[in-house]
């Protein structure tokens, strides 16, 4: 039987965490047991981000699939997905309420609902400012969840501005991934996101002003230079679409509309010819298979015990030591490799709503991402991930194609 959005979804409700509903990494009964501490969460234990933690990406992992829920559930008129939306928002808007300093966002929270870690990260905003726009433009949402919306974002870029435009830790410190405020493209796109988004949620001339001032800055920086930049993962050209398509929408400036366009069908065509090129489909379609047939004992706390990382305040020796660990865990690193990654290039391609697309001979790519998205629907048991982000990305996917074709 072909797979369903309801199948997806299904498989994705074992991640949520039933007291908080936050969506944790792996399913409630490999994580739960396993969580740290308050006491060492407080300690960064493992690390400052808390990442291999259980809880480091619900901020991201609610902002990536609440719009596609906002979405599916105009498409469908159903009750039942209206509250699967609604769910995520209010799961989102309570960590934008969590932290005492305001405009800060916590990556999670445990089952106390409270304890998270001082650092939050350049993604986490990202996604959760795509799912804020989309919130505040449902009629469904009801005014007090667009007005929590508004506020946090007004927090935040008074937070950023404090800051050098940089996400600061809870406390006020330089944080790790969180140089938003950098020239670099793909940086700088997700400040003018945050900035051009605050604009088109509280329609405020003076956060319009904001946008234009960091948008213009040294000779338009921030506005270029998207494929001089290093090679991305999959995980980061999807943030950086996002941020693009943000801007896309929302742009009041016509010269600089058409020019986030173009980059983003930049990035789309980019990241479609990567699927190609990465992962040639017999190959994938192999290791997609195998999957569930691997085993991975999943314990956070003997995944990265503390005496492994003498320095655990150091960002690139915590994660050289990850990486180290995702290597000896086959089944984990196999659905990031090659469930995860190929979903992140497909709907990088998606969200720019084109068929298209066309790669270096003018050829049309939507052949490309067909095949692959009939690869992965074919070979996918979803009730079988491990990975919460990979079943995300699966009912994204799904919910794309069914609203293309117009199927509830």
């Avoid at 670099?184 to 319009?208: E, K, M, P, V, W």
């Avoid at 995702?326 to 995860?340: I, K, N, T, V």
């Amino acid at each position: 039987m072909p797979l369903t959005v309801k199948d997806a979804w299904k498989a994705c409700e074992r991640f949520f965490d039933e007291t908080t509903g936050m969506p944790y990494d792996c399913p409630r009964g490999a994580v739960l047991e396993a969580l740290p501490t308050p006491e060492q969460v407080a300690d960064d234990v493992p690390n400052r981000c808390g990442w291999m933690a259980g809880f480091e990406d619900c901020a991201l992992n609610l902002g990536y699939i609440t719009p596609y829920l906002i979405r599916y559930a105009e498409f469908t008129g159903e009750a039942a997905w209206r509250d699967a939306a609604l769910h995520c928002a209010d799961a989102l808007l309570h960590l934008m309420a969590a932290s005492p300093t305001r405009g800060f966002l916590p990556r999670g929270v445990l089952p106390d609902g409270a304890t998270h870690y001082r650092n939050s990260s350049a993604d986490q905003y990202t996604m959760a400012f795509h799912a804020l726009r989309h919130l505040v433009a449902w009629p469904e949402a009801g005014e007090e969840r667009c007005e929590a919306a508004r506020q946090f974002a007004v927090a935040t870029m008074d937070l950023l501005e404090r800051h050098d435009w940089n996400i600061p830790t809870e406390d006020g410190h330089e944080a790790w991934v969180s140089e938003t405020g950098s020239f670099q493209a793909d940086r700088g796109t997700r400040l003018l996101q945050f900035a051009l988004t605050t604009y088109a949620i509280t329609n405020d001339n003076h956060r319009l002003t904001a946008y234009r001032g960091l948008r213009d800055a040294q000779n338009h920086r921030r506005t270029r230079g998207l494929f001089i930049c290093p090679p991305a993962s999959p995980y980061a050209q999807l943030q950086t679409q996002v941020s693009l398509r943000a801007l896309c929408d929302q742009e009041p400036d016509v010269e600089f509309r058409m020019h986030w366009h173009m980059q983003s069908h930049d990035v789309a065509e980019h990241c479609i010819r990567r699927l190609a090129d990465e992962f040639p489909l017999d190959e994938l379609a192999k290791r997609i298979a195998k999957a569930p047939q691997l085993e991975d004992e999943v314990d956070w706390r003997e995944l990265v015990p503390v005496e492994r990382i003498e320095e655990r305040h150091d960002a690139r020796k915590v994660g050289r030591a990850i990486a180290e660990l995702y290597g000896r865990l086959p089944r984990l690193d196999r659905e990031q490799r090659y469930l995860r990654a190929p979903i992140e290039l497909i709907l990088c391609g998606t969200l720019t709503g084109r068929d298209d697309l066309v790669g270096r001979d003018g050829r049309r790519l939507d052949d490309t991402a067909r095949a692959y998205i009939e690869c992965i629907l074919e070979h996918t048991d979803p009730t079988s991930i491990t990975l919460c982000s990979a079943a995300f990305g699966l009912a994204a996917l799904l919910i794309d194609l069914a609203i293309q074709a117009g199927d509830e």
